[in-house]
């Protein structure tokens, strides 16, 4: 596989678009990369290839806006989360992915387009369980927790940095916790870890190129692009179920 060159073009431009979506747009379009590499391998194979990837990705981009945490939202969204990776666990290879990808298609293009939903879905009693419930199953699953997490912060008027940081901060905690249900179940192989280590520098490339990104655009800007990349995404997970 590290010879083939389709592999160096869609795994390379997924880690890279990731690593941007999540250091510029707080994870945004980060449901690229699982679809394009099962493009060429099994499914279970990209999303336990991602994961190291993206460990290194959510330590780095802690590192640049951690002291800009809100930890409001944070403690809203993480017990939930919890619970919806070990529902996603329960659900690998049982769940079908593509019921998965168009339900979240469908949420990401819906509140994508109307605001005032997204605002009202985030603000309701009990937003932080269902939203941190569905990132965490989606996370776990196909590594698509951007989209549920992001619906929730659209409603909640974070400045830039404080949006950033706190996608940075849940995904990183996600993501370490992930390394349980995905070591138990054996979706790591020695191969799939060599792909993971390969795409490294990409994926470090990746994150410092949206940390400028991010540097350049006013808040409203940011605004507006995670909420065209939510319809992004949503057209991405349609494609990847086969209806679009």
């Known amino acids: 596989m590290l010879t083939d060159p389709l592999f160096w073009l869609l795994g390379g431009l997924g880690v890279i678009l990731t690593g941007i979506s999540k250091s510029g747009f707080a994870g945004g379009a980060g449901v690229v990369a699982v679809p394009l590499l099962a493009l060429i391998m099994p499914l279970p194979q990209a999303a336990a290839l991602m994961l190291p990837v993206l460990l290194v990705m959510d330590a780095k981009t802690v590192h640049y806006y951690f002291r800009h945490a809100h930890w409001p939202s944070l403690k809203a969204l993480l017990p939930a989360a919890c619970l919806g990776i070990g529902a996603g666990a329960l659900g690998m290879g049982t769940l079908s992915d593509a019921a998965l990808q168009l339900s979240l298609?469908?949420?990401?293009?819906?509140?994508?387009?109307?605001?005032?939903?997204?605002?009202?879905?985030?603000?309701?009693?009990?937003?932080?369980?269902?939203?941190?419930?569905?990132?965490?199953?989606?996370?776990?699953?196909?590594?698509?927790?951007?989209?549920?997490?992001?619906?929730?912060?659209?409603?909640?008027?974070?400045?830039?940095?404080?949006?950033?940081?706190?996608?940075?901060?849940?995904?990183?905690?996600?993501?370490?916790?992930?390394?349980?249900?995905?070591?138990?179940?054996?979706?790591?192989?020695?191969?799939?870890?060599?792909?993971?280590?390969?795409?490294?520098?990409?994926?470090?490339?990746?994150?410092?190129?949206?940390?400028?990104?991010?540097?350049?655009?006013?808040?409203?800007?940011?605004?507006?692009?995670?909420?065209?990349?939510?319809?992004?995404?949503?057209?991405?997970?349609?494609a990847k179920a086969g209806l679009w």
Do not use: E
């Open 105 to 238: 298609a469908l949420l990401c293009i819906v509140f994508g387009l109307w605001a005032p939903l997204s605002h009202w879905f985030s603000k309701f009693r009990g937003a932080g369980w269902v939203w941190g419930a569905a990132a965490g199953t989606s996370s776990t699953l196909i590594h698509a927790g951007g989209p549920p997490l992001n619906i929730y912060l659209l409603g909640r008027g974070l400045p830039k940095l404080q949006w950033l940081a706190t996608a940075s901060i849940f995904f990183a905690v996600l993501n370490v916790i992930k390394i349980l249900p995905y070591g138990l179940l054996g979706q790591w192989q020695a191969d799939t870890l060599s792909l993971s280590l390969a795409l490294l520098p990409l994926a470090l490339l990746g994150v410092w190129a949206g940390k400028v990104i991010a540097q350049k655009i006013d808040d409203a800007t940011f605004m507006n692009a995670c909420r065209g990349l939510l319809i992004i995404s949503g057209l991405l997970l349609l």
